[in-house]
């Protein structure tokens, strides 16, 4: 089993900048990679970025590419969210979860753990 807690939201201006931390404790070791995900009121839960523990490889979505910046560090079992150019649409519960084999860590299938989500909001 393998425990995240996320830290680190909280409310920005538009265009301002927040980092979200996720620390992940327990069975770390069978985790492939880490991914960012996070739903909006009224939304469907969505992808926002992944990153694999080995390598370092990451993926974004687009609607977040250019702006945001996800990065591991591997000693401190934590994966970081760096959100730069923030906009209101930004704006919800960002959640990371924990993937567990050498699958694409775009899809929601992947992931077997998550945690229990930090506010962002981001105001006009």
């Known amino acids: 089993q393998v425990q995240l807690v996320e830290s680190g939201g909280g409310l920005v201006q538009a265009g301002g900048s927040l980092s979200v931390s996720c620390a992940a404790s327990?069975?770390?070791?069978?985790?492939?990679?880490m991914g960012w995900f996070r739903q909006a009121p009224g939304k469907e839960r969505e992808f926002v970025a992944s990153?694999?523990?080995?390598?370092?490889?990451?993926n974004y979505a687009d609607s977040v590419k250019g702006r945001f910046t996800i990065s591991r560090d591997n000693a401190k079992n934590t994966v970081y969210l760096q959100m730069n150019s923030l906009k209101p649409e930004d704006t919800a519960v960002y959640y990371c979860?924990?993937?567990?084999?050498?699958?694409?860590?775009?899809?929601?299938?992947?992931?077997?753990?998550w945690g229990q989500g930090t506010q962002v909001t981001v105001s006009s």
């Open positions: 979860a924990a993937a567990r084999g050498q699958y694409s860590l775009i899809f929601q299938r992947a992931y077997d753990t």
């Open positions: 327990g069975r770390t070791f069978s985790t492939y990679g």
């Open positions: 990153i694999t523990w080995s390598s370092g490889n990451a």
